[in-house]
């Protein structure tokens, strides 16, 4: 067998005959999140970092926005939990594009005021919901995972299409940038956006005409 580091995972090849076939198999190895390895010995004992779970990671992070809506929309379980998660997590400006109030109560005076136009906009629930899990993706995604010009599924109704620049030195999420990637928590990594993603399965119309950045494209289209 042949052995080697390589973009932060250890990989071995080994080459066999089977029934005279030649053929080789490579198995990749990954450190558990907070150790790494050290020479001389096997596996990866070294301990490098306490880490915390993706909820608490968010707050460490600042993201006091992203942390308060996953709140709203009871999410903290699922983010707390054993399950690894890759979140692309908006800024706490990012979050100005949507409304700040969210109804759980249908049958509710503010309810029926939102349905009057008497109050702001807005978020029922389950379009929260939908909103924060858009930005969710099962298991492991480091920027090393990530690759150019891939569809991503989402745990909520979206995909995710990831770009690269540049040797991976920029790294995009629908079009927007990531500004900060690859920070580990407990349970899965976080990549923080610098704005709401996009839903990728919108055709380009209905971007162009929800978003003000495109008014010049809009009037031409």
Known sequence: KECGEEEGVY??????????QKYTATITYRCCTGY??????????????DLSNLLDTARNLGLSEFV?????AKLEGALTGAT???????????????????ITDFGSPSKRATQRGDVGPALTLDQLKDTLLSHVVP????ATDIQDEEIVRTL???EIRTTTYNGKKIVNANCVKVVRADQLASNGVIHVVDN??????????????????????KSAV
């Open 139 to 142: 298991g492991w995604l480091t």
């Open 68 to 72: 308060s809506y996953a709140s709203k």
């Open 156 to 158: 909520g109704p979206g």
């Open 11 to 20: 990989k071995c090849a080994y080459r066999a005959d089977d029934f005279e």
């Open 196 to 217: 709401i993603l996009p839903n990728s399965k919108k055709s380009i119309l209905e971007i162009v005409s929800q978003d003000s950045r495109f008014t010049v494209l």
């Open 36 to 49: 790494a390895r050290q020479e001389g010995k096997p596996g990866c004992p070294l301990r490098v970092a």
């Open 84 to 102: 690894n998660y890759t979140i692309f997590a908006p800024t706490n400006d990012a979050f100005g594009s949507i409304p700040t109030r969210v």
